[in-house]
C-alpha cells in the first residue's frame, strides 16, 4: 500500500524526514510519496494527508495543529558569540522571510527591542533559505522553533536567545477522509504524535 502525504516543502526538508524514517522502520511495507507544497495549501484531490501551515483562526476546516508552534532567533556558532544579551540583536543583519516579516517585530516587542532601525537585512521567500543563509554567518533569522531545531541538532545554528515567542503561524494536520485506508490513518496516527 502507499499514502500520499503533502506538506509545506520547509517541513517536508527539515521537520518530516525523522518522521518518516520513524515511521517507514515500523511499517516497512507502505510507500510514502511526499508532495512537498510551496505557498498553496493542497487541494483535497492532491494527497490522503495534508499538512498545511496557516495563522491561526485561518487553518483548514477540520484540521488540528500538530503542536504550538514558537519563533526562535538563529544564528550560526561563530556569529552566536556576539550576543551576548538580546540587545545586541540590533547590530547583527537580519535575514528576514516574506511573508512572515512581521516575525522580526514580534520578537523585538517580546525583548523589549526597537527592530525598526539597525543593519542591512537580506529577505527571501524560503524559511529555509533564511536558514541555510543564517548558517553562512550571513545573519540571524527568526524561524518557527520546530525548524529551526533541526539545524541546531546538526550543529549548524544556535539559538542564543533563550526566549520562545509564540506564533501566529502553526503547522496543521488534516482530517481524514471517511474513506482512508489502513496505511493512510497508521501514518495520521504517527504524525499526530509529534
Known sequence: ???TLACPVSLAENWLPERLASFIEGNPNIEVLVHATV???PGDDMADISITIARGGE??????PLWDETL???VSPDLA???QQPSDLINIPRISVAGRADAWTLVGAALGLDMQHGIA???TNSTNVALELATSGAGAVVAPTSLGEVYVRRGLLTA?????IPS???YFLGALPGSAGPATRLLHAHLKLA
Do not use: H, M, Q, Y
Open 1 to 3: 500500500p502507499s499514502v
Open 39 to 41: 505557498w498553496e495549501a
Open 59 to 64: 487553518e483548514p476546516s477540520g484540521s488540528a
Open 72 to 74: 526562535s532567533v538563529f
Open 81 to 83: 558569540k556576539t550576543v
Open 121 to 123: 537585512k537580506l529577505r
Open 160 to 164: 542564543p536567545i533563550s526566549a520562545r
Open 168 to 170: 501566529p503561524w502553526g
